[in-house]
């Protein structure tokens, strides 16, 4: 700083400091902000980085992932790792090749999902019953995935189903010819949406608590 360089360069620079420290760095540099300092900061606190940034850039496996201004990165990032890591997303997968499959080894690995997440045992079972139920939707079976993804940000519980096939929205009235399953899959739900991406169909649902 005595050098009145153009840039400074910033690596971690609130690293393995105690709290009165780490808040002494951060007030330097939201100082030298506020005084038209140009900066490029490597960092892992996220508010800071939300707060006091014009551009923020997220890298995985050494490069630049994604880009954008830090109200489009931090409330509506794009890509999926970079919505991972601003949300905290912890996700599990579980593929579907065959009507033969073993629905008690889907619930089992969802449930473990669950408790190593310790998510209560209402939303547990919520996301178990939605499971068995949609897989009793018309399908081809040729392929068909769950996607259990829950945000240690904000404590949701969200599930994607994506099956292969010619469009189906379950949704529409009159879709199914019986809508019982269909009612149980509202009712443990918040939201319920239909999108068909890529030849497949996609229900996007957030469990309840």
Avoid: W
Avoid at 120 to 138: D, H, R
Avoid at 171 to 196: F, N
């Amino acid at each position: 700083m005595a050098m009145e360089p153009e840039v400074l360069l910033f690596d971690e620079p609130t690293s393995a400091l105690d709290p009165t420290m780490v808040s002494e760095v951060l007030a330097v540099i939201r100082r030298l902000s506020k005084e038209g300092m140009t900066m490029v900061i490597v960092t892992h606190e996220m508010e800071f980085a939300k707060n006091i940034s014009t551009r923020v850039l997220y890298m995985d496996e050494g490069v630049i992932y994604e880009e954008g201004p830090p109200s489009r990165i931090f409330e509506q990032p794009v890509r999926e790792k970079t919505k991972a890591f601003i949300h905290r997303l912890r996700s599990f997968r579980y593929h579907i090749s065959s009507p033969d499959f073993d629905l008690y080894a889907l619930q089992a690995e969802m449930e473990a999902f669950c408790e190593k997440h310790m998510m209560s045992k209402g939303v547990t079972q919520n996301a178990l019953f939605v499971a068995e139920e949609l897989l009793l939707f018309p399908s081809d079976f040729l392929e068909v995935d769950f996607h259990l993804s829950y945000s240690e940000k904000d404590g949701s519980l969200h599930l994607i189903y994506e099956s292969t096939g010619e469009p189906f929205n379950p949704l529409e009235e009159g879709a199914l010819e019986d809508e019982i399953g269909l009612k149980i899959v509202v009712s443990k739900c918040q939201s319920v949406e239909y999108e068909y991406r890529n030849k497949r169909n996609r229900l996007l649902l957030r469990i309840k608590g």
